[in-house]
């Protein structure tokens, strides 16, 4: 595991889409494993920056609410297209969100080249919360009441909040060839060191990535 520390967001942010340019230079039928939340949007908006061809790459992302529209503001669909997808020529039919087949069209297509991820204040990776199974597949989960207390400043009601969501699980998230963990902010630096530097748990379950052959910790202090 390889940590690399930055002095600053907008550093790390140029730092991880350089990396994520590269990869799709070096291999233009690349799958990507992508995050949505506050931490990547620098990472996207360098991203759409480079000149690349993106006709043959393709993307799954590592959550969604269920039973949101796909053009709601807050759905993660709309995230990403703000964000990257209207910026550059990614096929429609190229784009992937969780579902039932989800598991099984990542190994259909050879599996994800490199997987970006956040990380929470308490360990959790996208919906995977503490608690989860460090096992896990993508499957639905009912989102806790913590999560749905910090989703409801995306909405105008905590009422609004959806309240059950589809996330990639941490078995499928560590099947990922490499995997870059972003970190943003001096709170963050105690959940990276729970997480990389004590045990593996389930109570934490960005720990398990610490067994990963292939991971690189961005953080921005």
């Known amino acids: 595991m390889m940590i690399t520390l930055f002095e600053d967001y907008k550093t790390m942010s140029e730092c991880v889409a350089s990396v994520a340019a590269e990869t799709i230079e070096s291999n233009p039928n690349c799958k990507l ?7 990547p949007i620098g990472m996207y908006k360098n991203l759409i920056q ?3 061809d993106w006709s043959n790459v393709k993307t799954f992302n590592l959550d969604e609410y269920e039973n949101i529209s ?3 503001p807050e759905s993660y ?3 990403m297209r703000r964000n990257l997808f209207l910026h550059v020529n990614l096929k429609e039919g190229n784009i ?8 099984k069209t990542i190994k259909d297509e050879g599996g994800l080249d490199v997987t970006i991820l956040g990380i929470g204040h308490n360990g959790h990776i996208a919906f995977n919360e503490p608690g989860s199974s460090l096992t896990s597949r993508t499957r639905k989960v009912k989102l806790t009441e913590e999560t749905i207390q910090a989703n409801s400043r995306f909405f105008k009601t905590i009422d609004e909040v959806p309240k059950r969501a589809f996330t990639m699980g941490m078995k499928t998230i560590r099947e990922s060839k490499r995997i870059i963990l972003i970190a943003n902010g ?3 630096w105690k959940i990276l060191d729970e997480c990389f530097n004590g045990n593996v748990t389930k109570d934490r379950p960005a720990s398990i ?3 990963h052959p292939k991971i690189e910790v961005f953080y921005a202090s």
């Open 33 to 39: 494993g992508l995050p949505t939340g506050s931490t």
């Open 50 to 52: 480079f000149d690349l």
């Open 186 to 188: 001096s709170y963050k």
């Open 77 to 79: 669909h709309m995230y």
């Open 70 to 72: 796909h053009v709601h």
């Open 96 to 103: 992937h969100f969780p579902d039932n087949e989800y598991d």
């Open 209 to 211: 990535l610490q067994v």
